[in-house]
C-alpha cells in the first residue's frame, strides 16, 4: 500500500537524481504527486521532500533495470529524461513501477496510457533530433564548425553520434540555446558543456559566399510551376528556419539571377 | 564565368530531376577522411515546391548533343551553356558538406562529345571527391545511356546509387520523343548494373572486404502525362522493373511543359500533380504492402480514381474480405485496411500480445481511424453507430473538398421533388457511385 500520498519530492535534475526518486519511492512505499527539478520554482501546499543524489543508491536502481524489464526499457527511459514532456519525471516513475509489476512486457503495452505519453514524447525526441541532422547549419570560423539550435528537446547527446561520426578530424562546436548547452568536439573527442551564450564573429568572405551560393542553390532548385509553401511548411517546420542559412539572406544580395 | 552563374544554369538544368533520396547505405568516415552515410537518408532542407532538399543536384554540364524533346536541355533549345570541371565541382560539392548544407552529390549530365567522354569527366569528379577528399558521404550517379560498360563499372565502384532514367514509359513514345535514344539503351545498363549488383553482394558474403557495388543499388524515372500512356502501363512498367532489375526505386515525374511542341502538351498545360500523387501511393502498395499492379488496376479501369487512394479504391471494391479482426487478422490482412500503415501494423501486432486492443487503443497506435473504421472490428465489435453502406463509406472516405467536387458532379440530393404523373428515368446515384469506384 501507498502511504501518504501527497508528497512531492525535490531532486537536483539529473538523472542520477530522478533514479534516487524512484529508489525512494519503493523505499518508503509512496507515491509522490509531482517531481520537482530545482529550476522549476513552485509555491505549494504539500510536503516537499527533498532527494539526495546518492550514487549507490542510483546504482542500484539503475542495474536493476536491465535485469527487471530489459535493455531496451532503460535506453527507452535515458531518453524520455531527455524529451520536453511535462512532468516526465512523474511519468517515468509511473513507467518504471508498471515495468517492475510485468516486466519486459511493458515495452509492449503501447495501448497503457502511462506507456503510451511517453512513447509519444520519446516519438518526437527523434523526430527532432532526426530532422535536425539535416537543418543544422554550421558557419566556419577560423576553421571551426559552429552551428546553433533552438530544440524543444534536450537533442545533443542523440546528435553526438551523428556528427562525431560524420566530421572526425573538424573541430565543431553545436549550440543549443534552448537548454544552454553545447555539444564540442575536437579530434578524437567530444563533450557535452554547459554555455550560457554564444556570440559569433561576422563571417569572413569565403565563408560569405559559400553562404550565398547555397542560397542561390536553394532558390534555383525550385520548379516554379510547382510552387507549394504548404507542403515546404509541413516537412519543415517554420520554427526551425531561424537557423537556416537558404531562407535568412542579408540585405543586399551578391547576385542578379540570369533567367 | 564564375561560379555562381555556372552553379545557377546547371542547378537549373538539373532540377527536373525528380530523386534526391540518400538512403540505402550506412557507412561512417574512414579515418582521416570526412562524411557518413545512415540507411534511412536525411533531408537537409525542403525547396519552396515541397520537394526535400538532401543532395547537391547539378549537371556536370548542360551542352548536350541529344535533342530529346521533353527535355530543358536538347541541342534546339537556346540557352545559356556551361560545364563544371571534376576539380571545381568536388570542391563545391566538399565545402557545401563541410557546413552540412547537404548529405552528397546528385550527378546527372547532358551528353558532351560522346556518353563516353562524359561518363568520364563525371567518374574523374568522383574520384576526386572519393580518393583525394576521402569523402565518405553519398553519392548518386546518373548514367548516360550508351556509356561503355567498363565505365559503368567504375562509376558503380565509386558511387552509392547509381539511376538510368526511362523518362518515356513506352518503346513508342521513346521513338517519337527521343529518337536518339532506344529501349536497349536504357535497359541494356539497367540490366548490367542488376547483375553487377548482384555479383558483388554474393561476393561479400564471402569475402568481406570485397568490393562494393552501388551499394544503394538502382533507379530511375519516367516521366508522366508527356504521353498518352496510361496509370496501368505505367504501373505494370513499374512492377516489372521491381521484379526484373530488383530496382530500389522507381520516380515518377509529373511533365512540365519547357517546349511548344506539337507532339506534347503545350506550354502552359498543368502538370498531372494528382496522377503523379496516386502513381506514387500505388508504388508504395507495391512495394511495402504486397498488392499488385493487377489488383489495383486492368484492362477496363487504366486510370487511378481521382477521388479516391487506390487503397481505398480497391477496399472499397473488396467489401467481402472486411471486415478483419484487428485482435486477429494476420500482418497482410491488416497491411491491406485502409487506414493502417506498415508502422501501425508493427504496433497492433505487439501491443496485441498485452492486451486486447479496442478503438480507442487504435488511436494511440496511430491507426487513422476515419478511414479504417469502416474496415475493422475489435473483438467481433464494430466502431458505436456504424453504418457500413457503400455511400456511407465513400462520403466518409473523400476529403471535404473531394466531396464538395463530388457533390457538384452528381447532386446526392437533388432539390425538393416534384410531383410529376410521369417517372424520368433516372440516373441512378448508385450507378455514378459504381462507376467511380471502378465496380460495375
Redesign the interface.
Known amino acids: 500500500m501507498l502511504n501518504r500520498p501527497n508528497m512531492i519530492y525535490l531532486y537536483d535534475g539529473s538523472f542520477n537524481g530522478l533514479l534516487c526518486c524512484v529508489f525512494e519511492s519503493y523505499d518508503q512505499k509512496e507515491m509522490p504527486v509531482e517531481i520537482l527539478a530545482p529550476d522549476i520554482p513552485q509555491a505549494t501546499l504539500f510536503p516537499v521532500k527533498e532527494i539526495m543524489t546518492d550514487p549507490q543508491k542510483a546504482n542500484r536502481v539503475l542495474v536493476s533495470i536491465p535485469k527487471k524489464m530489459g535493455h531496451e526499457a532503460l535506453d527507452f527511459v535515458r531518453q524520455a529524461f531527455l524529451t520536453c514532456l511535462p512532468q516526465k519525471e512523474l511519468h517515468i516513475l509511473r513507467f518504471m513501477r508498471m515495468g517492475y509489476c510485468?516486466g519486459p512486457?511493458v515495452m509492449?503495452?503501447?495501448?497503457?496510457d502511462t506507456v503510451?505519453i511517453l512513447f509519444k514524447a520519446v516519438k518526437h525526441l527523434k523526430n527532432e533530433s532526426?530532422l535536425l541532422?539535416?537543418?543544422?547549419?554550421?558557419?566556419?570560423f577560423n576553421n571551426v564548425?559552429v552551428?546553433e539550435i533552438e530544440p524543444k528537446n534536450c537533442v545533443l547527446p542523440l546528435l553526438r553520434q551523428?556528427f562525431c561520426?560524420?566530421?572526425?578530424?573538424?573541430r565543431f562546436l553545436i549550440f543549443d540555446k534552448t537548454h544552454g548547452m553545447a555539444l564540442a568536439y575536437h579530434p578524437y573527442q567530444s563533450a557535452i558543456i554547459a554555455v550560457e551564450d554564444l556570440v559569433l564573429p561576422e563571417p569572413d568572405q569565403k565563408e560569405q559566399s559559400?553562404r550565398?551560393?547555397?542560397r542561390?542553390?536553394?532558390e534555383?532548385?525550385?520548379?516554379?510551376?510547382?510552387?507549394?509553401?504548404?507542403?515546404?511548411m509541413?516537412?519543415?517546420p517554420k520554427r526551425y528556419w531561424k537557423h537556416?542559412?537558404?531562407l535568412n539572406r542579408p540585405q543586399e544580395s551578391?547576385?542578379t539571377?540570369?533567367? | 564565368m564564375d561560379?555562381?552563374?555556372k552553379?545557377?544554369?546547371l542547378?537549373?538544368a538539373a532540377?527536373?530531376d525528380v530523386a534526391c533520396t540518400s538512403s540505402g547505405v550506412a557507412r561512417?568516415?574512414a579515418?582521416?577522411?570526412?562524411?557518413?552515410a545512415?540507411a534511412?537518408g536525411?533531408?537537409?532542407?525542403?525547396?519552396?515546391?515541397?520537394?526535400?532538399?538532401?543532395l547537391?543536384?547539378v549537371l556536370m554540364t548542360n551542352i548536350c548533343v541529344y535533342d530529346c524533346q521533353y527535355c530543358v536541355n536538347r541541342r534546339s533549345n537556346d540557352l545559356?551553356r556551361t560545364t563544371f570541371t571534376p576539380r571545381e565541382l568536388a570542391e563545391?560539392t566538399f565545402?557545401?558538406y563541410?557546413?552540412?548544407?547537404i548529405?552528397g552529390l546528385f550527378l546527372s549530365s547532358g551528353v558532351l562529345k560522346n556518353p563516353d567522354y562524359t561518363c568520364e569527366q563525371m567518374l574523374e569528379a568522383l574520384r576526386i571527391l572519393r580518393e583525394e577528399y576521402r569523402f565518405a558521404g553519398y553519392i548518386h550517379a546518373k548514367i548516360i545511356p550508351g556509356a561503355d560498360s567498363q565505365l559503368i563499372a567504375r562509376i558503380g565502384a565509386l558511387a552509392d546509387r547509381i539511376s538510368v532514367n526511362i523518362e518515356l514509359p513506352s518503346q513508342n513514345s521513346l521513338r517519337l520523343l527521343a529518337p536518339d535514344k532506344s529501349k536497349h539503351a536504357i535497359l541494356g545498363p539497367m540490366g548490367y548494373i542488376h547483375s553487377h549488383i548482384k555479383e558483388s553482394s554474393a561476393d561479400r558474403k564471402r569475402y568481406r572486404h570485397g568490393p562494393k557495388f552501388a551499394p544503394a543499388g538502382q533507379s530511375t524515372q519516367m516521366i508522366i502525362g508527356a504521353t498518352p500512356d496510361t496509370d496501368f502501363q505505367i504501373l505494370n512498367l513499374t512492377e516489372s522493373l521491381y521484379k526484373k532489375y530488383k530496382l530500389k526505386r522507381v520516380f515518377f515525374s509529373?511533365y512540365?511543359p519547357v517546349a511548344e511542341n506539337t507532339l506534347l502538351p503545350a506550354m502552359g498545360t498543368?502538370?498531372q500533380?494528382l496522377r503523379e500523387h496516386r502513381l506514387y501511393q500505388a508504388d508504395w502498395l507495391l512495394r511495402f504492402y504486397g498488392f499488385t499492379a493487377r489488383e489495383l488496376l486492368d484492362e477496363q479501369h487504366q486510370s487511378f480514381n481521382p477521388y479516391l487512394d487506390p487503397k481505398c479504391h480497391w477496399a472499397l471494391n473488396h467489401m467481402e474480405l472486411f471486415p478483419v479482426d484487428v485482435n486477429r487478422a494476420s500482418y497482410n490482412d491488416l497491411l491491406r485496411v485502409p487506414g493502417i500503415g506498415v508502422t501501425s501494423v508493427k504496433?497492433i501486432i505487439?501491443?496485441r500480445?498485452?492486451?486486447a486492443?479496442n478503438f480507442?487503443?487504435l488511436r494511440?497506435?496511430g491507426v487513422v481511424l476515419k478511414r479504417a473504421q469502416y474496415f475493422i472490428t475489435c473483438g467481433g465489435k464494430t466502431a458505436d453507430g456504424m453504418i457500413i453502406t457503400r455511400d456511407a463509406v465513400l462520403r466518409a472516405l473523400l476529403s471535404e473538398r473531394a466531396w464538395a467536387m463530388y457533390n457538384e458532379k452528381f447532386p446526392l440530393h437533388p432539390e425538393a421533388e416534384q410531383l410529376s404523373l410521369f417517372d424520368e428515368p433516372s440516373s441512378c446515384q448508385e450507378d455514378v457511385q459504381k462507376c467511380l469506384t471502378g465496380q460495375i
Not at chain 1, 108 to 112: D, R
Not at chain 2, 31 to 36: K, L, N, R
Not at chain 2, 45 to 52: E, K, L, Q
Open positions: 510485468h512486457s509492449a503495452m503501447l495501448a497503457n503510451h532526426h541532422k539535416g537543418f543544422l547549419r554550421f558557419s566556419v564548425l552551428g551523428h561520426r560524420r566530421y572526425p578530424e573538424e559559400f550565398e551560393l547555397w542561390l542553390f536553394y534555383t532548385i525550385e520548379v516554379k510551376g510547382r510552387h507549394n509553401p504548404r507542403c515546404r509541413s516537412h519543415m537556416l542559412t537558404e551578391l547576385i539571377p540570369i533567367y | 561560379a555562381f552563374h552553379l545557377q544554369i542547378t537549373g532540377k527536373y561512417k568516415a579515418a582521416g577522411g570526412i562524411g557518413s545512415e534511412c536525411i533531408c537537409h532542407s525542403f525547396a519552396a515546391d515541397g520537394r526535400c532538399v538532401s547537391l543536384k545559356p563545391l565545402n557545401f563541410r557546413r552540412n548544407y548529405e509529373a512540365m498543368k502538370p500533380l504496433r505487439t501491443a500480445r498485452t492486451a486492443l480507442d487503443a494511440k497506435l
